[in-house]
T-cell receptor, first 113, second 115 residues
């Protein structure tokens, strides 16, 4: 079982609509949780990063929330644009320092005109 | 701003051949990570280096080896290639600093196709 699971696996929405992506993790203890956007065939790009003590973090139209008690995080995208079409990956770091990331299964978002 | 550079961007090899992927981290970054992402899969951590020493090891096959050089660039050497090695290989770099996020910045990836 993956330590970081995301839902839905894929999502199609119309341009201008909002959407929320979910991330459930079992990694414990963890240092921080990140949301990345990955365009097809490209490297992931960081959107937000939160430590276990933070509840929410915004980056433009992207807002991430974190509930460390229930081990859940969400990424809310407001007023979606065609360029938001990509995979969104939740990544958890189990400790601070130089350490590997544990990647989630990803949600593939498609925004239609 | 300078980003992580990977070369080549695309590579086609045949079974049982060898391949070398290169990664040039962001200037002043001292840590390099390698990831393998199969089709439709999430990236899997392979190996990382800090100050030219291996700092962590993930699901890297014995046929693969990697090292980090004095200029902090890293090379991933892959031998006896198999069809299943076809994937996107990402390199990421970060700057180790106690108490910091150690944000990893990803390169564009090298797409390896094994025929």
């Amino acid at each position: 079982k993956n330590q970081v699971e995301q839902s839905p696996q894929s999502l199609i929405i119309l341009e201008g609509k909002n959407c929320t992506l979910q991330c459930n993790y079992t990694v414990s203890p963890f240092s921080n949780l990140r949301w990345y956007k990955q365009d097809t065939g490209r490297g992931p790009v960081s959107l937000t990063i939160m430590t276990f003590s933070e509840n929410t973090k915004s980056n433009g139209r992207y807002t991430a929330t974190l509930d460390a008690d229930t081990k859940q995080s969400s990424l809310h995208i407001t007023a979606s644009q065609l360029s938001d079409s990509a995979s969104y990956i939740c990544v958890v770091s189990p400790t601070s320092g130089t350490y590997k990331y544990i990647f989630g299964t990803g949600t593939r978002l498609k925004v239609l005109a | 701003a300078a980003g992580v550079i990977q070369s080549p961007r695309h590579l086609i090899k045949e079974k049982r051949e060898t391949a070398t992927l290169k990664c040039y981290p962001i200037p002043r970054h001292d840590t390099v990570y390698w990831y393998q992402q199969g089709p439709g899969q999430d990236p899997q951590f392979l190996i990382s280096f800090y100050e030219k020493m291996q700092s962590d090891k993930g699901s890297i096959p014995d046929r693969f080896s990697a090292q980090q050089f004095s200029d902090y660039h890293s090379e991933l050497n892959m031998s006896s290639l198999e069809l299943g090695d076809s994937a996107l290989y990402f390199c990421a770099s970060s700057l180790y600093a106690s108490g910091a996020y150690n944000e990893q910045f990803f390169g564009p990836g090298t797409r390896l196709t094994v025929l």
